[in-house]
C-alpha cells in the first residue's frame, strides 16, 4: 500500500521477476534464493492495464488460456472454466466482446485468465483501480477467497476504504521508495501508537497512516523507515494466526504452509510450457483468425485501400506496357509498385505491433506461449491479408497498364511485389518493437528510405564511388527492382 508514486508498481515489477535489470538486492523465496525458472512457474503476474485482446468473447478468450495452459480434454476444460467463470462472476457475460466489458468486468477476466493453471503465487497490481466499491470489494473477496485455499496473493492497493482493509493479513506500506511499515493490519494502530502518532477516534487509519506517509504531520518517513528497519522487521507480523472471514474462522499458519507447499510441489514436475510449439502455434492462429475476422475494419481498410490505388494507378498509366514510346513511364511504373506495396505493409504493421505488444509481454511473461509461436502465428495471419492486398492491386495495375498477358510473367511479377510486401512488413515488425507508437510513425520512414535510394532507381552503381557500391547490395528494393524488370523485359 502507498501514495500514488511511492513505488509499488516498481517494487511489484521486481518481485514478480517482471523487473530484472538496473536493480540491486536479493531475492529470497522461503529462505532460498529465487530461482528465476522455477519461480514463474509457480506465479502469474496480472499487471495494472488490462491488456486483453479485445476482439474475442469472454469464453473464447477462457478456451485460448486453457488450451495453452492446460493439458486437459475438452470437457475438462470446459467444466474449469465453468467454475471460474462462476466465482469471478462472469458467467453471465460469458458470450460478450472482451471490448464491451466494464473496467470490473475486465479485471475479473484477467485473474480468470492467470487462474485457469491454479498458480500458487499472485502478483496482482491494483485490482481494485477504476473500479466501484461494490466491484472492488467483490474482487477483494476473490483474492481473500483464493488465499484461504493456500495461495500467496500479493497485489498493491491505493488507499483502500475500511471495509477492504480488514480484508488484508499482512500489510507492506511504501513511501518514498521505502518501507514504512510491515505487519499484520491489526497491528497497525498499535505500531502507530507506540511511536506517538495516535490515530484519533472515529478515524480510518489507512487516511492517517497515508497523510503520515504525505507529510502532513511533518517528515516522519525516514523515522518510521528506521523503526521498521526499512521492512526487515517481523515484529508486528502476525505469528499465531490468520483470520480467515468475518465469523473469526481462524486456520493454523501450519496448515496454510502445508497447502501452499503441495501447490509447489505439483508446480515443480509442470513444465515450462503445457504446448509444444506447433500446438501453441495453432491455438495462436486460431486465436489470430478470430480476430482478424473480428476486427473486420484495418483488414477492410487495406484491401481497399489496395483496390483504390491500383484503379488510380492502372488509369495513369493505362496500356503503357507493350508501347516503345513510353518505356521510362513504365520502368517507372515498376518502381512504384515496390514502392507502394512495400511501403502500406510497413506502415499497417508497425502501427498495429505496439498495440499487441502489452499483451504479449503479459502473456509471454505468464508461460502461456513461446516467442516464436506468437511471431510465427502472427505472420501467419497477416501473410492471408497482405496476399489478398497484393493480389487484387498486382491483377489490376498488370493489365490495366498493358503488360505482356503471360501467366508466367504474371505469376513472377506478383511473387516479386508480395515478396518485397513482405520484407516490408518485416521492417514495420521490428520498427514497431523497437520504438513507441509516436516515435515510430516520425522515425519510421528511415528504416525504409535509405533503401529507396541504394535500390538503382534514383542513383546507379556505376555512378557513386566503389566504396559505397555494397550499400546497394544490401538493398532490398534493388533486388524487387531488378527482378519486376526481368520479369517485363527479359
Ligand atoms: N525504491 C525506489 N527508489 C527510487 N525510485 C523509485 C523507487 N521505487 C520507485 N521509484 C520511482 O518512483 C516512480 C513511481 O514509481 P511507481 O510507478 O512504482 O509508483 P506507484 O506507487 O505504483 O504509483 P501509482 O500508484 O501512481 O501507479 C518511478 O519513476 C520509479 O522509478
Sequence with gaps: ??????????????????????????????????????????SAYIMQD????????????????????????????????????????LDESRYMIIGVLSGGQRKRLGIALELINNPPVMFLDEPTSGLDSTSSKQCLALLKQLAQEGRTIICTLHQPSAILFNMLDHLYVIANGNCVYTGSTYNLVPYLNSIGFVCPTHYDPVDFLMEICNGDYGPHISKLMELIENGKSNKWRSTKTVYLNKSQETTTLQQVA???????????????????????????????VIRLFRDKVLMLTRISMHLTIALIVGALYFKIGQDAAYVLDNYSLSYYNI???????????????????????????NRWYKLQS??????????????ISTFIYTVIVYYMSGQLPESRRFGLYMLMCFVASLVGQTIGFIVGCSLKIQNSVIFGPFAI?????????????????????????????????????????G
Design 258 to 288: 502445508k497447502r501452499s507447499y503441495s501447490f509447489e510441489m505439483e508446480f515443480r514436475h509442470t513444465p515450462h510450457y503445457i504446448d509444444n510449439f506447433w500446438k501453441q502455434l495453432c491455438i495462436l492462429i486460431k486465436r489470430n
Design 374 to 387: 506468437y511471431y510465427l502465428a502472427g505472420k501467419v495471419a497477416d501473410f492471408l491479408v497482405q496476399f
Design 50 to 89: 488490462d491488456n486483453l485482446q479485445p476482439f474475442l468473447t469472454v469464453q473464447e478468450a477462457m478456451f485460448i488460456a486453457a488450451d495453452l495452459k492446460l493439458s486437459l480434454n475438452h470437457h475438462q476444460k470446459s467444466q474449469k472454466i465453468d467454475k471460474i467463470l462462476v466465482a469471478m462472476g
Design 449 to 489: 528510405m535509405p533503401f529507396v535510394v541504394l535500390s538503382g532507381f534514383f542513383v546507379h552503381t556505376k555512378d557513386v564511388n566503389p566504396y559505397f557500391v555494397w550499400l546497394f547490395d544490401i538493398s532490398y528494393f534493388k533486388y524487387a527492382f531488378e527482378g519486376i524488370l526481368m520479369v517485363v523485359y
Design 1 to 42: 500500500m502507498g501514495l500514488s508514486g511511492a513505488g509499488k508498481s516498481t517494487l511489484m515489477d521486481i518481485l514478480a521477476g517482471f523487473t530484472t535489470t538496473s536493480v540491486t538486492g536479493r531475492i529470497m523465496i522461503n529462505g532460498r534464493k529465487r530461482n528465476m525458472s522455477e519461480f514463474r512457474k509457480l
Design 339 to 365: 514502392m507502394f506495396l512495400t511501403y502500406s505493409a510497413f506502415s499497417a504493421t508497425m502501427v498495429t505491433i505496439p498495440l499487441e505488444l502489452p499483451i504479449l509481454k503479459r502473456e509471454h511473461f
